[in-house]
């Protein structure tokens, strides 16, 4: 097989569908970004889900005096109160671990957590927060024990399980990226009816060689090679571009969202560049696919 024949049959083709290969490979560019951005926003949820998954905890408040709360009737809970409470959270076989936290190290870790915006770490001052259990669950997904056997108690201001709240986090999360992949798929479908206009207007423009091939005893696959190259180049070149694009996604979008959102992990480089070259890869094969099919099914060649 030449070479230098498939090669320049690849240019002669690139050339001629200009036009068309350049809005293939900006289709191409557009749909592997966004299938490129649903898997970081994938990776990134799996992986704050794993992590926090064995930190999640409840928040028991304790009554202050004063407190506006009906449950507490503007009394504080007392050491004996917070002991009961103690007790009875280490009867319920699913607590791990009941700590008590006072105003000042509430204070103290709010101001850690929120160490990004000072204006608001800084509104928050002792008292605004009252002194709590922390309790932490062998499996989160029960807490209704935890409510159960201590709603209503003596000295119980509010019950809080962390758990709601960042499930409601990861649904918005969960939408961004099944929104990325949805759009994608729909890029990737224009990108597919590109491939197989810009082969099929290749192969009538070149009809006359491809006889002359046959005539001559060239194979199907010799024929159809040049196509099947020209599809994957330009996959590879909007493959390359989306390269761009993902990198911005990962710079603005996912270190933007762990650095404002204190609860979402870093997502490092190393699966960031998988996840480039895995979309890369699927832009590659989904044009060199298409040509492949396109040719099979729309050229007697």
Same mark, same amino acid.
């Given at each position: 097989? +030449? ?11 690139? /050339?001629?569908?200009?036009? !068309? ?5 900006? &289709? ?30 409840? *928040? ?25 409470? &103690? ?20 204070? #103290? ?9 000072? #204006?608001?770490?800084? *509104? ?13 669950? /062998?499996?989160? $997904? ?12 003596? @000295? ?18 969960? @939408?961004?990226?099944?929104? $990325? ?6 890029? !990737? ?10 082969? +099929?207007?290749?192969?009538?423009? +070149? ?9 001559? @005893? ?15 180049? #330009? ?9 761009? !694009? ?27 560049? !998988? ?14 696919? *298409? ?5 099979? /099914?729309?050229? /007697?060649?």
């Amino acid at each position: 097989m +030449r070479v230098q024949f498939v090669l320049q049959e690849i240019w002669i083709g690139l /050339r001629r569908n200009l036009t !068309m290969t350049i809005s293939l490979v900006i &289709t191409v560019a557009i749909a592997m970004a966004l299938f490129g951005t649903g898997l970081l926003i994938k990776a990134q949820v799996d992986n704050s889900k794993s992590y926090w998954d064995g930190k999640i905890q409840v *928040s028991i408040f304790l009554c202050l005096k004063g407190s506006p709360t009906v449950a507490c009737n503007n009394t504080a809970a007392t050491p004996a109160d917070r002991q009961a409470l &103690t007790d009875t959270l280490h009867k319920i076989p699913n607590v791990i671990s009941v700590d008590y936290e006072d105003q000042a190290h509430a204070l #103290a870790r709010f101001k850690a957590e929120y160490a990004n915006n000072p #204006a608001f770490a800084n *509104s928050t001052q002792i008292g605004d927060i009252p002194d709590s259990l922390r309790v932490k669950l /062998r499996d989160p $997904s029960k807490f209704d024990e935890v409510r159960t056997a201590v709603s209503g108690a003596k @000295g119980v201001d509010q019950i809080i399980n962390e758990a709601d709240i960042l499930k409601k986090f990861f649904r918005i999360l969960d @939408g961004l990226k099944w929104a $990325s992949l949805l759009i994608a798929l729909i890029q !990737m479908f224009a990108a597919i009816m590109l491939v197989a206009n810009t082969v +099929r207007l290749s192969a009538f423009n +070149r009809r006359r060689e491809t006889g002359i091939m046959r005539l001559v @005893g060239a194979s199907n696959l010799y024929i159809q090679l040049p196509f099947i190259l020209e599809g994957a180049i #330009a996959g590879l070149v909007g493959g390359l571009v989306s390269t761009i !694009m993902l990198i911005g996604a990962k710079l603005f979008l996912i270190d933007k969202l762990q650095g404002q959102v204190q609860f979402a992990t870093q997502l490092g480089w190393g699966s960031t560049i !998988m996840i480039i070259i895995f979309s890369i890869c699927i832009g590659v094969l989904l044009c060199a696919g *298409s040509s492949f099919l396109t040719l099979r /099914r729309y050229l /007697r060649i």
